[in-house]
Structure formats: C-alpha cells, structure tokens
C-alpha cells in the first residue's frame, strides 16, 4: 500500500486535467484534481466552445442576405445581445456538469479550491496537506494585457462573453486568433470594428498566402483591418474609449478589446519554491516524458507552452496518464502534422508546414493553389471568395502541408490531416475521386503547380 494518499494529484480541471485525471483512474491509480474556478478550463467556459458558438451567431446577418438570391424574402429583424448571452450560458454551464460528471464517474475525487505545490510530493488546498506519487499541474494559461498607460479600460477575451451590452462601436487589438475572431464576430453581430496589430502581418505562423487572402477578405467585409499600428494608450472621455496610436492618431470606440497573446498561469503556485524550473515566460519547463526540473512533478496543455491547442492537451493528457500508471508508450508525444483552425470569417484551417517552413526544410517544392467564388454566392451575390493550397516535396512527392480559407474550412482540413499524417503523396490526391460538386474536391482536382518567381529565375 502506498504511503501517499494519492497515486496521482492533478491541479487544474481544464481539458488536459480531465482527459489525464479521467485515463489515470480508469488504469487504477487513486486520482484527486483540484480546482478552483470551473470544470472544463478556458476552452469550454471561456474559450473555443462560447466562440464558435458566437460565431455561429454572427453568420446569420449574412445568411439573411444570401438568401434573397435564392428566392427568400427575409422580414424584419433584429439581433438580441442579451439573448444570445444568456443561451450561451446556459449551454456552458450544462457542459460544466458533464465534466464533472466524468470526473466523478471515473472515480476520481474532486476538491474545490486553489491547489499550490508543497515539494514533489505535496500539495496544499485550503490549508489542508495532501500527499501525492505524482503531481501534474495543468492549469492552462490566461490572457496577457501590457502595461500600458489606461490599461484598465481594456476588457480581454474572458470579459467578452459576459458584456451587458452590445458595443457599437470595437477597437481589437492584437494580431492573433482570438483577435482575429472577435473582429469577425462583432462585426458580424453589427458593430464597426477596427482590428490594430503592431506587426506587418496577422496570424504569424500560418501560411503566407493564407494571411494575405484573409486580410483582403476582411476588409471585404467592412472590418477596418490596420497593420503596423501600435496603441500608446487608451483613454475614457465620458462613455467613450479612445486608443491612442504611436502616429498620433486616435479610434474612439465603446469598447477596446486587447487580445494579445496568452502567457502560462503558474504565479503563486508555489512552483519555484518546489524547485520547478520555468521558462522566461513563465511557462513549466518539461522533457519528453512531461516531468518537470523535479520528477514527481509534471505538466501539460497550454501552462507549458508548447502548442496552445485544446486536443493538443487531451493528447498530451492521454499519453502522460498512460506513461504513469499503464503501458510506457514506444516513442514521444508527437507534435508533427498537428491540424488547426481559426474561426473568423471566412475560415481557415491549415495542416503540415507552411510553404516557408516546406521550402526551408525540403527545398524544392510544388505549389498548388485555387482561389475561387464558392458555388452558393453565383446566386447570393456574395463576393467572398475561397482558397486553397497544397505544397508538395518534389522529391518524395509527399503532400506536406495543406491549407484553406472558406466555409467549413476546419471540417475539409481535418480530414485531409489523416492523409498528411499518414504520409499521402499528390499522386494518391490527384487518384482519389473528387465529391461533386463541394469546395473540397479542389483538394483532389488541382493539378498545375504555381510558378514563383525563384521558379522563373531557375530556369
């Protein structure tokens, strides 16, 4: 029998928490998890679920107007904040219970309260001592807002769920997915919006072309998207904002959202004390098995700050509970070919390397693009547009990566990231038969490469 009252103590019940509480007890380990705020983490109270929910929202005003191509006459309407807030809220507090609900089903003991670490093996909750073999701390991460002069009349992701009233007018700052988002949703649900980022471009990291496409789709749709802008301060007069930029110029707003990166949720957790190494960001150093400066201790999702995606952390949950306590997997959690989607408007999801990363890493390359106007806006008279693109190794012929702009762009993507995973040549892409007629089957009809300029200098 064990010395410690538990085999294994996890803090935080975010979505890696749960998935490793939950696989851990059902392989026998004796599991508690602490939490001090709500079941589920960021993604499913304050995150991706309430999102895409929004999201969905602000499509229909769209909707509205496509249909009147098909024959529709839509009457009189109106959109309700209070309403939409409320349902969100409701939908997100029934998911509260299912998670709890597993938690309980799988045997593992819930304590409500702030959990901080002791030593390797102690924790402490509300003044009571719990000893553990293992201590996993997965406590996500939270919104960062720099210190900048009126910073308190800023409002972050978090806030936006819960506003009670609906701005008219959005400044968003912040060149990420979740600024991204919020300014097609609001948008969308009928304020004006004005997206600031600092940089050259938004969503660093995702393809090129892809990043230029939406650029000009977004401002397609009436969202004044304003790149190398930097806001010095922001201001109240009255009920008004202001957001004052480096060049002098000021957006008056009724609401300045600052959506500028998530840093690691490890202050006062008693972490350093223990002896846990952290990163200049404050994130939890951890090998390839997730152990953390101290052995005892581990960490996973976005507190370490490897990839901020919710499955990421229930794969890495997975694989550390199995690591611990069943079968030690053969190989390391494997990060390649990770598929991902940001849900602005239009979509985009993207899978495999970028065409910059591709030619960096294989050399020569085949490009393949189609940028086209979706088949339902030839009667909508919408002039959004799509696009797509696949690069190939020339060399091996492998499709390395895939990426797409559009409605239902994070549907098409996933399934094209099991060919990619599983290693699919263009060969095997240009042999499979297309579904006709849907945007994806220009995934399987593409069939000229793009010239780039280094192409034309080589020849």
């Known amino acids: 029998m064990s010395s410690y009252d538990y085999d294994l103590f996890v803090i935080g019940a975010g979505s890696g928490g749960v998935r490793a509480s939950r696989i851990a007890a059902q392989l026998g380990a004796r599991v508690a998890v602490a939490e001090d705020r709500f079941y ?62 597993i938690l309980k089903n799988a045997g593992v003991e819930i304590i409500d309260g702030r959990a901080t670490v002791v030593d390797g093996h102690a924790v402490e909750v509300a003044g009571r001592r719990i000893t553990a073999k293992h201590i996993l701390v997965a406590t996500g991460g939270k919104p960062f807002l720099p210190d900048i002069r009126g910073r308190e009349h800023a409002v972050i992701s978090d806030d936006m769920f819960y506003l009670e009233k609906f701005p008219k007018r959005v400044v968003v700052v912040g060149g990420g997915y979740i600024a991204v988002e919020f300014a097609g949703i609001m948008k969308g649900l009928g304020a004006e919006v004005t997206q600031l980022y600092r940089g050259p471009h938004f969503l660093r990291g995702f393809d090129d072309d892809l990043r230029q496409f939406l650029a000009t789709e977004m401002r397609k749709k009436g969202i004044d998207v304003r790149f190398n802008s930097t806001v010095e301060c922001i201001e109240k007069r009255g009920d008004e904002y202001f957001a004052e930029l480096s060049n002098g110029r000021e957006i008056a707003a009724d609401l300045v959202l600052y959506a500028t990166g998530r840093v690691a949720k490890t202050e006062n957790l008693g972490l350093e004390q223990a002896g846990v190494e952290l990163a200049d960001n404050g ?59 940001v849900f602005s408007q239009p979509a985009l999801a993207s899978v495999g390397l970028t065409e910059a990363a591709a030619h960096d890493r294989y050399g020569e390359l085949d490009v393949y693009i189609s940028e086209f106007r979706p088949m339902k806006h030839t009667l909508s008279g919408s002039e959004e547009r799509s696009f797509m693109k696949l690069i190939v190794d020339k060399a091996s012929d492998r499709v ?41 089957e220009e995934f399987v009809t593409m069939r000229e490469p793009v010239v780039r300029e280094v192409d034309k200098a080589a020849e």
């Open 283 to 341: 994130a939890i150093k951890v090998d390839d098995a997730f152990r953390t400066s101290v052995p005892s201790i581990h960490a996973i999702g976005d507190v370490i700050d490897r990839v901020q995606l919710t499955p990421v952390a229930l794969g890495e949950g997975m694989w550390l509970a199995r690591h611990l306590f069943g079968e030690t997997p053969a190989a390391p959690f494997d990060y390649d070919n990770i598929p991902s989607a």
């Open 40 to 101: 589920g983490g960021t993604c499913v109270n304050i995150g991706c679920v309430p999102k895409k929910l929004f999201v969905y929202a602000s499509h229909f005003a769209e909707e509205f107007e496509d249909a009147a191509g098909f024959g529709w006459s839509v009457g009189e309407r109106s959109f309700d904040w209070p309403t939409l807030v409320a349902n969100k809220t409701a939908e997100i507090e029934r998911l509260n219970g299912i998670y709890e609900r």
């Open 400 to 440: 390395v990566g895939a990426h797409m702009a559009g409605p239902e762009a994070g549907e098409i993507v996933q399934g094209l990231a099991i060919a990619i995973k599983m290693g699919a040549t263009k060969a095997q892409f240009d042999a499979t038969i297309g579904i006709h007629p849907t945007a994806a």
